[in-house]
């Protein structure tokens, strides 16, 4: 069955850094386009970055220059390198392929000021 398992979250001070992953299983991950998402309390769902099949990234405005999107489609795994933390970056992480409609559990993403 297909299964994505995000790690990597944690507490972190503004303007650090912290590396996101997720593995992905029971598809054939390097067909598909991958994204990242996010959700803090009380806000809907939001993208954060999206990459393609072929290894094209897009991302939210929020978070252009600041975070970046890869995949090792070998290994099965998705990440999201982010930089330069903000507060406002404190979210449960998801790692999703959208077009099969299935979700990871998500990571906690904690920056403090």
């Known amino acids: 069955q297909v299964q994505l398992v995000e790690s990597g979250g944690g507490l972190v001070q503004a303007g650090g850094s912290l590396r996101l992953s997720c593995a992905a299983s029971?598809?054939?991950?390097?067909?598909?386009?991958m994204s990242w998402y996010r959700q803090a309390p009380g806000n809907e769902r939001e993208l954060v970055a999206i990459i393609s099949s072929g290894g094209a990234p897009h991302y939210a405005d929020s978070v252009k220059g600041r975070f970046t999107i890869s995949r090792d489609n070998a290994k099965k795994q998705l990440y999201l390198q982010m930089n330069s933390l903000k507060p406002e970056d404190t979210a449960v992480y998801y790692c999703?392929?959208?077009?099969?409609?299935?979700w990871g559990q998500g990571t906690q993403v904690t920056v403090s000021s």
């Open positions: 999703t392929a959208p077009t099969l409609g299935y």
């Open positions: 029971g598809f054939t991950f390097s067909i598909y386009t």
